[in-house]
């Protein structure tokens, strides 16, 4: 038996020549939607003999594409899903070809692989196929998995875990004093108890029942277990998660956040803004509203010169308390 793993410049296999004559001479590439890629495939010289009843019944089993572990330094198969994330956005095939920072992916595939009674925080195995969808879907749908937030710079990306953090700032309204001076009042968005979210659907894959099918895990919040509530509903699908207890612990994460998290705002603030990174956490000062409120900083424009705009999302530490 012959194997190939579908790499570039692969040569053309001999047995096929010899089965087909010398004209064959495909090295089995071709294209994706106009992305040219390579095949991995296999031959097998069976003997006739045990052909009697028929042409053989094949089975393969699709493992996926190999990751690098910068904790290990190798490249193999894996289910943590912070090491496929940084994969894929060096993929020039479905990804962005951009380069990862290895020390951030380091802190986020160690924080998937914490520990539970149940095994890893969080595992992926997903399937991405059919017609090409935006880069950046597939890049959410696997961020999602993740759970980092994504910053470019110094011309790499780099990983920020979204979970407990000290704050790395102070930020305050007309205080030079301050880490990084706010040059306006900022706008606030506060989100009303009867909108934040207090029931969350989890759809993952069940891998317990033969054939596999998708069900759907229910986290609801202790006032709507009680009837206090009216229903606000969030559905998640994440048919990468094949355990029950996976998505048990996935939806009171994302139940936590919608319960605790209770305000976005834009931070107008002066040139100290460029130190500061997405995935922080800042206190934040202003006589609009904030009154030394910790905030999340998830993404940062520069519109002019002088002047940076951070999004904060309101910061509870609570919400990170292991389920």
């Not at 998937?112 to 997903?126: M, V, Y």
Request: glycine share 8%; charged share 20%; proline share 7%.
């Amino acid at each position: 038996m012959n194997s190939y793993r579908g790499v570039s410049g692969q040569g053309i296999d001999a047995y096929m020549v010899e089965l087909f004559g010398s004209g064959y001479t495909e090295r089995l590439s071709g294209t994706w939607y106009g992305t040219p890629y390579s095949l991995a495939y296999v031959t097998a010289k069976i003997p006739v003999a045990e052909f009697t009843a028929g042409w053989p019944t094949l089975k393969a089993k699709v493992r996926g594409w190999r990751c690098f572990d910068p904790r290990t330094g190798f490249t193999a198969f894996t289910r943590n899903p912070a090491l496929h994330y940084a994969t894929a956005i060096a993929s020039p095939l479905v990804g962005l070809k951009k380069p990862v920072n290895l020390d951030s992916v380091i802190d986020a595939a160690n924080r998937c692989d914490d520990l539970f009674p149940d095994g890893p925080r969080i595992q992926c195995n997903i399937e991405i196929g059919g017609a090409p969808v935006p880069t950046m879907q597939w890049m959410e749908t696997l961020r999602g998995y993740a759970g980092v937030i994504l910053d470019w710079r110094d011309g790499e990306y780099h990983f920020l875990t979204d979970g407990p953090r000290m704050p790395d700032w102070h930020i305050a309204f007309s205080d030079p004093d301050s880490d990084a001076e706010m040059v306006d009042l900022p706008e606030i968005d506060l989100t009303s108890v009867t909108a934040r979210k207090n029931v969350i659907r989890v759809k993952y894959t069940d891998t317990s029942v033969s054939p596999w099918k998708e069900v759907v895990e229910v986290v609801e919040s202790v006032g709507v277990q009680a009837s206090l509530e009216l229903e606000v509903v969030q559905e998640y699908r994440m048919p990468g998660l094949l355990t029950r207890s996976q998505a048990l612990r996935y939806g009171q994460e994302r139940l936590a956040e919608h319960q605790l998290e209770k305000w976005v705002s834009t931070v107008p603030v002066a040139d100290e803004g460029a130190a500061v990174r997405v995935g922080h956490v800042a206190t934040l000062r202003s006589p609009n509203g904030l009154n030394n409120e910790p905030g999340r900083v998830l993404g940062k424009q520069n519109p002019s010169v002088g002047l940076w705009l951070l999004r904060c999302r309101h910061y509870d530490p609570n919400a990170y308390l292991e389920p």
